[in-house]
């Protein structure tokens, strides 16, 4: 029998609904319960009763953390999930939560749905190395361009008491 997280199996069983069906949006919890348990990613015969409050709550990143704190699904309707995608909203304590399996942690024959999802599912947007932020910078610099930074807080100060 295989040492894998529950949160690890239900994310396997997602990836391989989305895998399985790229014209799906989303899953219904309990269709992602019927292919963990049609999966068996463990090796043992009974599914492991942790899998379904794993799919409903504990992976879910937009719900509040009941402990867990992963971000491995999305809720995008009641009842239905899709796998978490980086850039997506999350409740303010899952943001540091894990979002996919480490690949030391799970069986070798689902090492490239790891690959697949950041390839394919994400489309590897963390990848691009742009921060929508950091590229503002020097956005505007036209309108200081003849004037100090210490001259203009000095003008503006004038006549304060």
């Excluded at 879910?60 to 978490?84: D, I, S």
């Excluded at 942690?105 to 689902?110: C, D, G, N």
């Excluded at 947007?125 to 001259?151: C, F, K, N, T």
């Amino acid at each position: 029998m295989a040492n894998i997280r529950v949160a690890d199996e239900v994310w396997i069983a997602t990836a391989l609904l989305h895998r399985g069906h790229p014209d799906r949006e989303d899953f219904t919890v309990a269709e992602i319960v019927r292919r963990a348990e049609a999966e068996k990613a463990t090796g043992a015969g009974a599914l492991r009763p942790g899998v379904q409050v794993h799919a409903y709550l504990h992976c879910v990143a937009n719900k509040p953390p009941n402990p867990g704190r992963y971000r491995m699904l999305f809720e995008t309707a009641k009842g239905r999930r899709r796998l978490y995608r980086p850039g997506d909203p999350c409740h303010r304590l899952r943001v540091s939560g894990k979002e996919i399996p480490n690949l030391s942690e799970i069986p070798s024959a689902y090492g490239d749905l790891i690959e697949w999802y950041r390839r394919e599912y994400t489309g590897d947007r963390e990848g691009d190395g742009i921060d929508p932020i950091l590229s503002l910078r020097g956005m505007g610099q036209e309108i200081w361009v003849d004037e100090d930074a210490d001259d203009y807080v000095a003008r503006l100060r004038e006549g304060w008491q």
